[in-house]
């Protein structure tokens, strides 16, 4: 006599649900930073692909426990099904996360924003105005985002900074150097982040005389919820330029020490008397 071993449908269903889970937390992240998805359109996908991947998660669980007891085949086929979708529920989690550390905002600036204006692109005009923090919880969530001054001028930082940001592979819609009569220097600069959202940082670089300081704004385009990401960027950045500036001042100690005279005499004029 003949038994014959079935394989679980619940295997069948989660694997089949995993490798639908896959493509659809991928593929709109490539659309997304491709502008093929605007962000309302990416949002409703990769809830979807979020649900998609829990049901598979669901189905390889309920699939190993009717494994367990019936004897049927499909271990595999649940696992791989139970594999992928934590697999996609993995930047969900994490992304969850930092929505729960981090406070609802999406502009950080370290100078009044009318001073670090954005160019906002044609889609984004009629957008709700930003969600900001007060300096006290700015302080606290990112102690390092604050105002910079360094013992250059305006003309030297602003070098140093305008080669950082090209360093880091910004986008730079606008550079304005200083001006000769003390007006400041600035940089516009478009990012894109992994998921694809657009975020813009502006940099003010104003001094005079040998002490110049570096104001810097980051903001989100289109985001609820920048996750952290605006001021960690502006922290990272400045810290990075105070290892810059560091350097460029160790290996140019009299950048801007006043001249001295000199101690050789100058050249005489002789007169012949008449």
């Known amino acids: 006599m003949r038994i014959l071993i079935r394989t679980s449908k619940w295997a069948v269903l ?24 605007d962000s309302n359109a990416f949002l409703v996908v990769a809830l979807f692909a979020c649900f998609i ?85 700015q302080q ?5 985002a604050t105002t910079r001054t360094y013992p250059l001028d305006a003309f030297q930082l602003f070098a140093i900074v305008d080669h950082l940001v090209q360093a880091e592979g910004w986008d730079i819609r606008q550079k304005r150097e200083p001006g000769l009569g003390g007006e400041p220097g600035r940089i516009n600069a478009r990012i894109v982040t992994l998921m694809g959202w657009r975020e813009e940082a502006v940099l003010r670089i104003s001094g005079n005389g040998g002490r110049s300081s570096v104001d810097m704004r980051s903001a989100s385009i289109g985001a609820l919820h920048d996750l952290g990401s605006n001021g960690h960027r502006i922290s990272a950045f400045l810290v990075a330029l105070d290892d810059q500036v560091t350097a460029f001042l160790r290996d140019n100690p009299n950048i801007n020490a006043p001249a001295e005279p000199s101690d050789e005499p100058g050249p005489t004029v002789e007169t012949e008397s008449r």
Not at 74 to 92: D, E, H, M, V, Y
Request: charged fraction near 15%.
């Open 53 to 137: 991947a829990a049901l598979a998660v669901l189905a390889g669980c309920v699939a190993l426990v009717r494994l367990w007891h019936t004897g049927d085949q499909g271990w595999w086929k649940a696992l791989t099904g139970l594999f992928l979708g934590l697999l996609c529920l993995a930047p969900f989690a994490y992304y969850g996360a930092m929505a729960l550390r981090y406070p609802i905002v999406t502009d950080i600036a370290t100078a009044p924003r009318s001073e670090l204006p954005l160019i906002f692109e044609p889609d984004t005009a009629n957008m709700p105005p930003p969600r900001t923090l007060t300096s006290q919880e």
């Open 140 to 144: 606290r969530f990112f102690p390092n």
């Open 14 to 37: 989660a694997r089949r649900l995993g490798s639908l889970a896959v493509p659809l937390t991928i593929i709109p992240v490539f659309m997304h930073r491709a502008r093929y998805l």
